[in-house]
């Protein structure tokens, strides 16, 4: 076991990702640690270019970055009213990956569930215009995940995914 934001672990995570072909980074928050998922994100990205590895995929949420756009006005509001600081910490770990010089994708994901997976999904950029609905069960944004990952038309890019 690993604490991918300490530096002291760096060899740990190096060897972890040793061979890797993609890395998919979809760390939480933890209380009391001041961007952890930026931190966390910033040494995968270290270690993937220590390694070699080149395809990165990375899960923060909807309302990083510009992709509040993608949400319906209601929960836009309320998501940057509540949700303004852990929003910085996406912010900050999407600027880690599109500085990184990686095949990235960014992932966002809107509310997750438990429900069971229904096989299905809606994928949008930003440019597409839109908004995507309010949740998604974690076996499917696990299986688009998996199709990302083999998709190379989606390097470079951020994409919002919901039911």
């Known amino acids: 076991t690993a604490d991918a934001s300490a530096p002291a672990d760096s060899g740990t995570l190096r060897d972890a990702l040793a061979g890797a072909n993609a890395v998919v980074v979809t760390v939480g928050g933890a209380k009391g640690v001041h961007h952890q998922r930026a931190a966390v994100t910033r040494s995968v990205i270290n270690a993937m270019k220590e390694t070699g590895a080149r395809r990165l995929i990375v899960q923060p949420s909807p ?5 509040g756009a993608q949400m319906p ?3 836009r509001i309320l998501m940057f009213a509540l ?9 900050d770990q999407e600027q880690a990956v599109f500085g990184s010089g990686l095949d990235w994708t960014v992932v966002r994901p809107t509310g997750l569930t438990n429900k069971p997976a229904v096989g299905s999904w809606r994928v949008l950029e930003l440019s597409d215009g839109g908004t995507l609905g309010g949740s998604i069960p974690r076996g499917d944004l696990a299986a688009c995940i998996l199709d990302v990952i083999g998709d190379d038309s989606t390097i470079g890019k951020a994409l919002g995914v919901s039911s």
Not at 83 to 91: C, F, M, N, R, Y
């Open 73 to 75: 006005a209601p929960l």
């Open 83 to 91: 949700l303004a600081k852990p929003l910085a910490d996406h912010d």
């Open 63 to 67: 309302g990083a970055g510009d992709s």
